[in-house]
């Protein structure tokens, strides 16, 4: 359960500090759909892979991990099943952090990020969340998620509530 996790890994979600965007997507299933908390709802991408996921802070922002939903059981050849995650100022200098290979995943999917030089967390202004692949082989289809969380330590003073400036989705 996400939210045992969360409690056991004291940390906060930090999402709606940010300002969300996707590389595509069809009408109806867009960028909101990944932060209307319904695991019923989903985003789908509609293009050729990479399929991403843009979260920009308007602060560098210390992050500790992301959390995605999926329910293979629905989505089954649409379901993600690489994911890599990136992070960086901005588009033009994003360094891949993490990537991780899924089997038919249902339900949350926890990526703790790992840590900078210096056993520090990583500080961002931006973090992409790109499917490289979908389904067991194939490629180039479209992709669906249902939900994604940020999240912070909540030991970390340095992360400042911005959402009263910030569109949130």
Known sequence: ?????????????????AVWSVSSCKQGYGVNSLRDNSLDTYWQSDGTQPHMVNVQFKQKTTMHSIGVYTDYKSDESYTPSRLSISVGNDFNDLTEV??????????????????????????????????????????????????????????????????SYLAVW
């Open 1 to 17: 359960d996400l939210r045992e996790l969360l409690e056991k890994e004291s940390v906060r979600e930090i999402g709606h500090q």
């Open 98 to 163: 993490e990537q991780v290979e899924l089997s038919e995943p249902s339900g949350w999917i926890w990526i703790k990020l790992p840590n900078q030089a210096g056993d520090k967390p990583i500080r961002t202004f931006m973090a992409q969340i790109s499917v490289l692949q979908v389904g067991l082989y194939v490629i180039g289809r479209d992709t669906h998620m249902r939900q994604i969380k940020v999240f912070a330590s909540t030991e970390d003073a340095t992360s400042v509530d911005f959402s």
